[in-house]
């Protein structure tokens, strides 16, 4: 794989990767994330996107569509994005979320969106924490050019909306936990990859 060849990466967890149709989570911190992501959990994701990453390149509009993404605008209601990531899963597809919202200049900067566990609630479907360490130093927000540096990705254990039913807030909990599967995960993936 081509991104493996020009950065160290290390992909932890896979095994907890169930089947069928799921919500991927992830931190934000590159525009590496995406393919990080989908390396490490094995399978094509179409990623909510938002609006705002289209319009500046027709190249990167293309591809971004090519690859799958959803647009999701933030300046309205995003029902048609939504519909479009509720049939993908119905068909036994994977959607991914950043729940940040963004890229990133740290974890833990912003409070997380709640629209992944909405997703995964809404679908009954399972939400997958996926922990991406390094990507900030290889490719982060701000920088322009890549450097060789090692990244990690670890997939955690998922999240079962069915875990949450008898909550009085389901999806703020499990929101919750997602933050915190992911922060636990970036501590241990800071200290293997000695960043």
Not at 100 to 115: I, L, Q, T, Y
Request: with cysteine; net charge neutral; charged share 20%.
């Amino acid at each position: 794989m081509l991104l493996g060849r020009y950065f160290p990466l290390v992909c932890t967890g896979r095994e907890r990767v169930p089947p069928g149709p799921l919500v991927v989570a992830a931190n934000h911190f590159s525009h590496l994330d995406p393919v990080v992501v989908a390396v490490a959990v094995g399978r094509p994701i179409r990623y909510l996107a938002v609006d705002e990453l289209f319009g500046r390149s027709a190249f990167f509009d293309w591809l971004t569509l090519w690859l799958g993404a959803i647009p999701l605008p933030r300046s309205r209601l995003p029902l048609e994005a939504l519909r479009l990531a509720l049939a993908e899963l119905d068909a036994g597809g994977t959607v991914g979320v950043y729940p940040e919202g963004m890229r990133v200049w740290v974890w833990d900067e912003v409070e997380p969106k709640r629209g992944a566990a909405w997703l995964a609630r809404r679908a009954g479907v399972p939400l997958l924490p996926v922990a991406v360490a390094g990507s900030e130093e290889a490719l982060g927000r701000g920088t322009t050019s890549a450097a060789r540096r090692p990244i990690g990705a670890t997939v955690c254990e998922p999240i079962f909306p069915g875990d949450f039913a008898a909550s009085p807030d389901p999806v703020g909990e499990m929101t919750a936990e997602w933050r915190r599967r992911v922060g636990e995960a970036l501590r241990r993936a800071y200290a293997a990859l000695d960043l």
